[in-house]
């Protein structure tokens, strides 16, 4: 996948403000489904790459055992969207095009975010009639690029990009392609060249704020005693790194003071073996698994969630806040890191480069046909 960045958020409207689970027909659920158990890549901001002894594995989730997961959550729920990772590579997937499809056999729009060091049979995935293609980077050079990509090749990936975006194409496929570049110190000069890059082929650009993950980490940032996990030295590096310092941006999300939490209240993390995870900012799975989605009812697993202990404390610290950007000001706070550590960084803000402040309802239409249109600026770019 990925890495956790501060656009990977759900949107906050809808979410009930009870702090008791209570069953709500009209909830749009997104599920977050691992169907592998690993990554190729060791990010050091991912606890694929910082949290090795809570381990991952080699499976694969099977095909039926994803059709029997929709077909139960379509029973439950309203399923508004299904992405097919979370701290996971889905081009480890023998049968990617196949997951996809099944998602969409069921009439959910579906997306894949990946690292696309590999890419295998992009032409089944495309007809697939897959919704979204995020591809994860956060540099343009091979230097920049592998120091919070551990083990990640760019240029293999900036072929693999132009791959896609052929399949794309040939296919006739209508996949939204989206670059998202991860915002660490010092590599502000790439996210330029990877930006005009990227549009020259034809996907969207957006930039991101990149965290420590996962909530186990940050947990122990912000309160040592709260968890048995320890920030080591590679640790602090990667904070040191963040263009975003995270003792600032934590605080300010504190500060909103807010005692929603969207990802509890209308996600569903699922792991390859098929068990639900108290979220999906959540790892280690022999703590934090709530139990076989298959086995247990929605509204059971929820009753889980809303009384477990890990969210207590996550609230508290308003780390639910920060992993669902709920402080306007975190932008600000990231630019001016960014400036006070190179002053002629010529560096937008978050917002401003997706467009500024997502309206909503009426008030969004001016936005989506903007969007639309350069989304087709750049398809007829990549045509020329
Ligand atoms: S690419 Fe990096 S951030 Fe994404 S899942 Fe793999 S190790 Fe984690
Ligand atoms: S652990 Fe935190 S982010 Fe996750 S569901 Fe609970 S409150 Fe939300």
Redesign the pocket.
């Known amino acids: 996948m990925t890495g956790k960045t501060t656009t990977e958020t759900l949107d906050k409207a809808d979410v009930p403000s009870d702090q008791q689970w209570v069953p709500n027909s009209k909830i749009k659920w997104q599920f977050d489904i691992d169907i592998v158990g690993t990554c190729n890549l060791r990010c050091p901001s991912c606890p694929v790459g910082n949290l090795r002894e809570a381990g991952t594995s080699e499976k694969y989730m099977r095909p039926e055992m994803l059709d029997s997961i929709i077909t139960k959550a379509k029973s439950e729920c309203r399923v508004y969207g299904v992405y097919l990772y979370n701290w996971t590579e889905p081009f480890l997937h023998p049968n990617l095009a196949d997951m996809i499809q099944i998602v969409r056999s069921h009439g959910i729009p579906c997306g894949i975010s990946t690292n696309l060091n590999i890419l295998k049979n992009i032409d089944d995935v495309m007809e697939a009639d897959l919704q979204m293609f995020k591809v994860s980077v956060s540099g343009f050079t091979q230097d920049v690029y592998s120091q919070t990509h551990r083990r990640g090749d760019i240029e293999v990936v900036k072929r693999n990009m132009a791959e896609v975006a052929k399949a794309k194409k040939r296919t006739g496929s209508s996949v939204r392609l989206v670059v998202a570049y991860h915002r660490y110190l010092g590599n502000h000069e790439d996210e330029e060249a990877m930006r005009e890059y990227a549009e020259s082929l034809g996907y969207e650009f957006e930039p991101a704020w990149a965290y420590l993950m996962p909530?186990e980490k940050m947990l122990a940032f912000v309160d040592n005693d709260a968890i048995d996990v320890e920030i080591n030295e590679e640790d602090q590096h990667t904070i040191d790194r963040l263009a975003l310092p995270l003792a600032d941006a934590v605080e300010a999300a504190k500060n909103t003071n807010n005692r929603v939490?969207p990802?509890?209240a209308k996600q569903m993390a699922i792991t390859a073996s098929g068990d639900v995870m108290?979220?999906c900012?959540?790892f280690n799975q022999d703590k934090y698994k709530l139990g076989s989605f298959l086995d247990t009812p929605l509204d059971d697993l929820q009753a889980m969630?809303y009384s477990?202990d890990?969210?207590g404390a996550?609230?508290k610290n308003g780390?639910?806040e920060f992993?669902t950007y709920g402080s306007d000001e975190l932008d600000d706070i990231g630019l001016a890191n960014v400036r006070s550590h190179y002053p002629d960084a010529k560096l937008k803000s978050v917002k401003q480069m997706m467009g500024g402040e997502r309206p909503r309802g009426f008030a969004a239409v001016p936005f989506k046909i903007k969007r639309e249109v350069k989304r087709i600026v750049n398809q007829v770019r990549a045509k020329l």
């Open positions: 909530l939490c990802l509890r108290l979220c900012t959540a969630k477990h890990l969210c996550c609230m780390l639910h992993f």
